[in-house]
């Protein structure tokens, strides 16, 4: 999903993946933890080190978070744009907000605000979900004078 190039040409200092199946839980529980890595660097040669430690964690996964409708805040506005006599009579956008987050999402691309409202809420999930992703990311701990480690 995500990798943060290290100091070294060719080398990577934080990883983020997504694993997936059946034997999943076990796998992941296997290798969570410091782990000893022996072998040469290939970035480093002529280094003496050969024992290399590497952590691994795990983080959640974005699809357990649950949303809840009576956290959804939904508003009626008018469109705007082009559209003659609908756009200016009729509240059909819809403006969807996660209350618990505060993100917002407005949608007039139906004339119909049932559909404006699916369309918000579908919207609405998707930027959620990826602001949780960006969330977990490690790059998030950087703030360019010092690392997370």
Request: net charge positive; hydrophobic share 35%; glycine share 8%.
């Amino acid at each position: 999903m995500q990798k943060i190039a290290g100091d070294e040409n060719g080398s990577v200092e934080t990883a983020l993946l997504s694993i997936e199946g059946d034997q999943t839980l076990s796998f992941v529980a296997s290798w969570i933890g410091t782990i000893q890595w022996i072998g040469e660097s290939e970035i480093r040669k002529d280094h003496k080190r050969k024992n290399w430690y590497i952590g691994i964690f795990e983080v959640g996964n974005a699809t357990d978070m649950e949303i809840k409708d009576s956290d959804i805040s939904y508003q009626a506005m008018r469109s705007s744009g082009a559209g003659g006599q609908h756009v200016n009579k009729v509240s059909s956008a819809i403006r969807a907000t996660h209350l618990p987050t505060g993100i917002q999402v407005v949608t007039m691309d139906s004339r119909s605000q049932h559909q404006n409202k699916k369309l918000a809420y579908e919207r609405l999930l998707v930027k959620i979900h990826d602001k949780h992703l960006e969330a977990l990311k490690p790059m998030n701990c950087l703030n360019g004078k010092t690392r997370c480690r």
